[in-house]
């Protein structure tokens, strides 16, 4: 059995003991708004960083987004998340946000939804972001 190695500031039981990847005491990161500017803004898993090459977005894009979030967002739930690495495991929260962006050609405005899901280390230097895409 893979040891498991907790990278997020929550810690508790991951799914290899509870057998559930779900958090029911979220949000975890509330306070994250005061942390942000602080932090480093890192994607974690391979599939976040394609999603963001593929939006062309950086990691002042990604802190923006997670500001939009937290400020007007909804929150979606929180979840425990594996890494690419087998037993490394980050709690992350869950969250709905909505862009609108006026479109000349089309003449109305265009909404899209970002489902963006993250976390902040133990020692809240890092901001890692596990999942940024179109919902």
Not at 77 to 104: F, I, K, M, P, R
Request: glycine letters at 6%; charged letters at 25%; one cysteine or more.
């Amino acid at each position: 059995m893979v040891p498991s190695m907790i990278l997020s500031r929550y810690s508790g039981d991951t799914p290899d003991k509870t057998g559930t990847r779900t958090i029911s005491s979220g949000p975890l990161y509330p306070d994250v708004l005061e942390k942000i500017e602080k932090c480093d803004v890192i994607a974690w898993t391979r599939k976040c960083i394609a999603d963001l090459r593929s939006m062309s977005f950086d990691g002042e894009d990604v802190r923006k987004w997670i500001i939009a979030a937290m400020s007007g967002g909804r929150y979606l739930g929180s979840e425990w998340c594996e890494g690419s690495q087998q037993g490394t495991w980050a709690a992350c929260d869950a969250y709905l946000v909505t862009d609108s962006t006026w479109n000349e050609y089309a003449k109305k405005n265009i909404s899209c939804e970002y489902y963006i899901k993250f976390c902040l280390n133990k020692n809240d230097t890092v901001l890692m972001t596990v999942s940024f895409h179109l919902s």
